[in-house]
């Protein structure tokens, strides 16, 4: 551990110069995890803050901290004046993330945001399978996907955040919270990280980026081409382009299309619970929350949409995928 500790101080050291800290102007970032309504609130916040142009996810702290400061900051608009953010759920499980956020930005305030942690891990994998990023059943993925499972470790990475820039400035958001009340939801969040209130519009009531009814692709291969070349692209700033193509009917084609995903063993979920259980738990104490829904319901319905299930008889149709 103390090597790694050094090696990764090291690596700080080396990025850090002093023209690029502290980034003052980085009022929040929202670390997720993946597919707890990320999408829905990068949405719902697109007028009401700075966030990165057509890009919701930088992967800055995480993938991409090589590139430099100057690649982070051109995603912003500086001439906005509005509270400066970000919303990445990948955040959440780095094992860098909070350092070099705290290191750049000591003042940030943090956002984790959680949901039944069996649902989400479900709707995560179908994600990855829509993506053609994962094949097999969902039983051969939580085997061989680390991801899945360390995403769900809901308590161990809330308190290591916590740790990194104080329980004051770290908020814990839940996923059913959003469902039934999305304008409390957000009156919240908005208070926590600086923006002043507003009145969500109807058309930020609809679900966003939802796994419901996704499929397998018509071709693995392809639908990872598209994926490596959308990530390219963004890594070049011409996000604008995968954002057009995300709303063409070509998405459709090399994204889904093929067999449905088939939902998980009532034996496979029973064994989910159990494995998180204590998660759950430690997560109740603090967020002092009774989440006991999480930890026995083997047998609920899966709500895999990013966002509101059903508010307003709000239109679904035609958002988009990704996390």
């Known amino acids: 551990m103390h090597v790694e500790a ?18 003052d102007q980085l009022t929040f970032v929202a670390v997720g995890p993946p597919r707890t309504g990320t999408t829905w609130l990068h949405e719902a916040l697109a007028d009401q803050a700075n966030l990165p142009q057509f890009n919701k996810e930088t992967r800055f702290f995480d993938t991409n901290y090589d590139r430099g400061f100057q690649w982070y900051a051109a995603h912003f608009d500086r001439s906005k004046q509005l509270p400066m953010g970000e919303i990445c759920p990948t955040y959440f499980i780095s094992s860098l993330a909070p350092q070099r956020i705290s290191r750049l930005a000591p003042r940030t305030k943090i956002l984790c945001t959680f949901r039944d942690p069996v649902a989400r891990i479900f709707s995560l994998y179908k994600i990855k399978q829509k993506y053609g990023l994962k094949s ?40 059913e919270d959003l469902t039934s009340d999305p304008q409390a939801y957000l009156d919240r969040i908005a208070t926590f990280v600086g923006i002043p209130p507003f009145r969500l519009e109807r058309r930020r009531l609809e679900r966003a980026n939802s796994s419901e009814g996704a499929t397998r692709p018509r071709s693995p291969s392809l639908a990872r081409m598209s994926v ?29 299309g093929g067999h449905p995903v088939s939902k998980p063993s ?5 064994e989910l619970r159990k494995m998180l259980c204590s998660e759950v738990e430690m997560l109740e104490d603090l967020l002092d929350r009774d989440l006991s829904a999480w930890k026995g319901r083997g047998d609920r319905e899966d709500q895999s949409a990013d966002g509101p299930p059903h508010v307003l008889g709000a239109n679904t149709a035609g958002t988009g995928a990704a996390r």
Request: hydrophobic letters at 40%; proline letters at 5%; aromatic letters at 10%.
């Open 136 to 175: 097999g059943t969902f039983e051969q993925a939580l085997a061989c996907d680390p991801e899945l499972l360390e995403s769900g470790r809901y308590a161990f990475h809330f308190a290591r955040w916590r740790r990194a820039f104080g329980p004051e400035n770290v908020l814990g958001m839940v996923y």
């Open 266 to 270: 009532p034996a496979t979920v029973h």
């Open 228 to 256: 490596a070349v959308a990530e390219w692209l963004k890594a070049r700033h011409r996000g604008h382009l995968v954002a057009s193509f995300k709303r063409s009917k070509m998405n459709g084609l090399l994204l889904g």
């Open 6 to 23: 050094t090696q990764e101080n090291n690596e700080l050291s080396a990025s850090f110069h002093p023209e690029t800290a502290p980034l």
